[in-house]
């Protein structure tokens, strides 16, 4: 049993996540010092009426262009690595991940329909993108885990299997309308690499209301996530209404992978960095693993886009390249590890 | 003691698939006895287990507990009745004993709700029914089998149900510790008034312990009693073989089961 002071950790977490950001704020094609940073960051708060003695250009890199920018991954971050812990307890399973079961290509999928066959809809000044994109999320994890329990068993292969063929499809079809309905693929294709390169307020906005309740609801379900980590007999003897506790489950770990696919497309293996970490790090209780992991995947994507947006410059390299760069040596270590631990 | 009847199955048919686990089967539970449950693999004791707990639905017949008749119970409502120790419970990796004990308190608690003072309170009387409150904090994985038994029956006991089933709750452990399970379920009918029903392999360490043997064989019982009235040796023959011998111990003058020799 790890012994860990929670507020430790929590502070701990708390404070690289503002070192990421302030870090982040200032890199770029212009260097920016942590003074001016603060500066031009009181000059948006509308009460204080404050003026900065900092050129304006500098006050639109941060407030208009960077502060969005890093607020967005941010929030992708925490979704994602949420919904990837979400999904590894649901399934009992260490590898499933938004990315590997399919969600973040159905959600792609979904949100490329409505962009290229039907165009932006607004309903009651609330973007429907996130909306489109759960339907095709949904709609791909639902197959996933049909394909799944048909072969009798959920365990670790058939369930990834599943995921990466379903992913696949989907992939197939988003390419399909792309390439069929737009000769100009490259804007979308960045998009579906995923990236933040057009991330604006807009788009935090858009995030905040659907990650607000889905985290609410996941954090009151981490007793329970706990439970449903013994068998379904086990947990239905202890009175967990294990098929609703997993149809909820589900519907709200896809819920949070599909708004993040909506404003950044699809980044791979945050869903698994961040958990895993906090498993070897901080032990296997989803009371403290989901808020831990939803923490991490925050400052992990924050200092991706960093990376990704400097490492090149002038050129920009998708975020979701870089995490899949750090990803997949993670996910290999965890296939080997994994076979001693954990398999399903 | 022993003349309320806490819990009555009247009638009682199983269907596992297209399969028949049990048929016609009633019984009555007398309040603070503890009932083996002995038959050969794939009698129907697990499915006997698994119909009074919940888990699976008779198609015909009734259960009653304390009076109450049990039709479209909630999860939680049946875990605060009966609670279960299954045969093969998961070992939670990462889960300290406490933890584990405290999953027992679910059917208290809301969704969003954390175990309370009291529950951690019952959490740990509970540990120190089944003696393994010092392994509180320890992981379950750390722990032996028979150490780890034990932090699954006090899981079952912090549910504060009147009913205990366990299903084979000995088997897989060294003699040593299967005498240690059998005298703490013994404990827990003297002095908390559980009623336990326990499918046990074991017919000699089952007669030394029970109130109440029910033999069960092929999906029927056929026979229900004192320790005494089923070691028998044409009854014994007829369900177990013919390999099997009864002679009485010189000590206490107890009937027990040996096998024959060898020729």
Redesign the interface.
Known sequence: ?REFNTYKVYSLLIAILLISIITSLGIGSVIIYPKDIIYSLLTSIPILNYQADVPDSVIIIINQIRLPRILLAGLVGFAIALSGATFQAIFKNPLADPYLIGAASGSALGATVVLMIIGPIVLLHISILPLASFIGGVSAVGITVIIAFSSHSLNSNTLILSGIAVGALANALTSFIIISTDPDVRPLLGWLLGSFNTANWDKVVVVIPYLIISTILL???R??M??I???D??A??????IKKTRYILIILSTLLTSVAVSVSGIIGFVGLVAPHTV?LLW???Y?YLIPFSALLGSILLILADSIGRTILYPQELPVGVITAFIGVPFFIFLIVRGRR??DG | MGEINILKIKDITCYLSDTKVLDNISLDIKLGTLNGLIGVNGSGKTSLINTINGLIKPKFGSLEIDNLRLNNHSDKELAKLIATVPQNPTKMLGFSCLDVVLMGRNPYLSTGEWPSKADIEIAFESMKSTGVEQFAKRTLESLSGGEMQRVFIAKGLAQRTKILLLDEPIANLDLSYQIQIMDILYSLIKDQKITIIAALHDINLASLYCNNVIVINKGTIVKNGAPKEIIEQDFIQNVFGDRLNIIQNPTDNRSIIIPKSIN
Do not use: A, H, P
């Not at chain 1, 239905?236 to 209404?241: E, T």
């Open positions: 049993m954090f009151n379900f007793r329970i706990n439970i980590q013994s068998s007999s086990e239905k003897l202890v009175g967990v209404d498993r032990g296997y209780d009371r631990t954990f």
